[in-house]
């Protein structure tokens, strides 16, 4: 018998990961995500070679624009937000596969055209049928466009070729309305065709997450409720809303960030060792730990919210929330969120994780924080361990990404003084390769129907149960507490670690 090596499929991976002939449909090109996102990550993609030279990029929207006028956006959100240089050649050649179609999400001459525009690129430009139809527009069309995909052939892959489609969050405002979406959605695509973008998986240091953890063996054997006395995980961003009212108002932090990006981080954190790195082996580990996070009974107290007011960004005065253009005076959405989950696993008991998130604070900064419980029995005077504190761990996930080790050193003098130090490792300091942008990773996936870095519907749903009774409380509540610009959310927060006798770190 032939011998198969087991890890014949890791091995695959490590060939280049170019995608084949193929092409993308993207719905919403005037969005943000389109231009600061999705168009540079192409670019960037098919500046590094991993795009197929014929790669085919269809705008779909209701501007009155020619193939022209869609090519100069392109152009324009790709020498603006790309993330590599700009190469007039490479530019030229991304160009020539760049098509336009006019229309309304359920207009059927339109979706005719976009069937008609996809044949043409598949003889012209040899895309060979295979298309990822990428959704960054709100959910409410996508039932839409899914049908008209399904009623128009486009969803079916045709023989020996692919049809994949994209979507973004928000994936519902609730479990309820997740799993309506998800019905729409798989309506019309198979479970294996559809990809959620969380674009926080996409991120270099969350996967290094994975590696830190499983590739070493000196974290795992403290990775437990007998050495971790709390994890911190914190997404906080020094900027307000922007232009963002529409989506952000009514749909809030919470929702916007820890039901996602915060619930996957800590279920990376948390979960057990998968049996491959596979999506499903993924998907199981991370599943159950969603399944096993509950929430303290006082909701009251493990809970806080807030809404920025007037105050400072770097120098800047700004204003609140409330004042901010598009929102409504009596807008209760919450722009700062913080949850207590514990995971109750043999792993996990006892040890809660807090998860915050918010706009408007002191800095921009997400890090999840390792903190270990104290040493057991201290051999040193009291005031030589005045000014030490807990053994840490922490992953910075952005900016500065690295890690930071802090623990306790003698103070070099006579006496045996203690204070905490850190070990510091940074990207910056060891590679010389640049991390690529999360939407790149993201985009080239979808191309090659690789789909571990993309959360399962199952995850959604699990994450929308923990979270549900959470917004539930704060909506009987009504408005949610203040904080100034440039601080550090509500004292309601200080005070939902103050009860456990823990404090937030100031990263
Ligand atoms: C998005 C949120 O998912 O993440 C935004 O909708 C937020 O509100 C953004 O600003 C932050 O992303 P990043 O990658 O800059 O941390």
Known sequence: MDYVNPLRDVEDRRLPRIAGPCGMVLFGVTGDLSRKKVMPAIYDLANRGLLPPGFSLVGYARRDWADQDFAQIVHDSVKQYARTEFREEVWKQLAEGLRFVQGDFDDDGAFETLRRTIEELDQARGTGGNYAFYLAIPPGFFGSVVGQLQEHGLAQSP???????????????????????N??????????????????????????????????????????????DHVQITMAEDVGIGGRAGY???????????????MQLMALVAMEEPTSFEAESLRIEKQKVLAS???????????????????????????????????????????????????????????????????????????????????????????????????????????????????????????????????DFAYGGSFTEA?????????????????????????????????????AHWARKGKPDTYAAGTWGPPSAEAMLARDGRTWRRP
């Open 159 to 181: 023989e020996d070729a692919w049809r994949r489609v994209v979507v973004e969050k928000p994936f519902g405002h609730d479990l309820e309305s997740a799993r309506e979406l």
């Open 183 to 228: 019905d729409t959605l798989n309506g019309v695509f198979p479970s294996g065709s559809v990809f959620r973008i969380d674009h926080y998986l996409g991120k270099e240091t969350v996967q290094n997450i994975l590696a830190m953890r499983f590739a070493n063996n000196m974290f795992e054997p403290i990775w437990n409720a007998n050495y971790v």
């Open 248 to 262: 952000y108002d009514g749909i809030g932090a919470a929702r916007d960030v820890i039901q996602n990006h915060l």
């Open 293 to 423: 996070a509950t929430l303290p009974r006082r909701l009251d107290v493990s809970t806080a919210r807030g809404q920025y007011v007037e105050g400072w960004a770097g120098g800047d005065k700004v204003q609140g929330f409330l004042e901010e253009e598009g929102i409504k005076k009596s807008s209760t959405t919450e722009t700062f969120a913080a949850i207590t989950v514990n995971v109750e696993t043999r792993r996990w008991a006892g040890v809660p994780f807090y998860l915050r998130t918010g706009k408007r604070l002191g800095r921009r900064v997400t890090e999840v924080a390792i903190v270990f419980k104290r040493a057991p029995h201290l051999p040193f005077t009291e005031t030589a361990t005045e000014e030490l504190t807990q053994n840490a761990l922490v992953i910075r996930v952005q900016p500065d990404e690295g890690m930071t080790l802090r623990f306790g050193s003698k103070v070099p003098g006579t006496a045996m003084e203690i204070r905490d130090v850190n070990m």
């Open 435 to 471: 991390s690529p942008e999360a939407y790149e990773r993201l985009i080239l996936d979808v191309l090659l129907g690789d789909p571990p870095l993309f959360p399962r519907h199952e995850e959604v749903e699990l994450s929308w149960k923990i979270l549900d009774p959470v917004l």
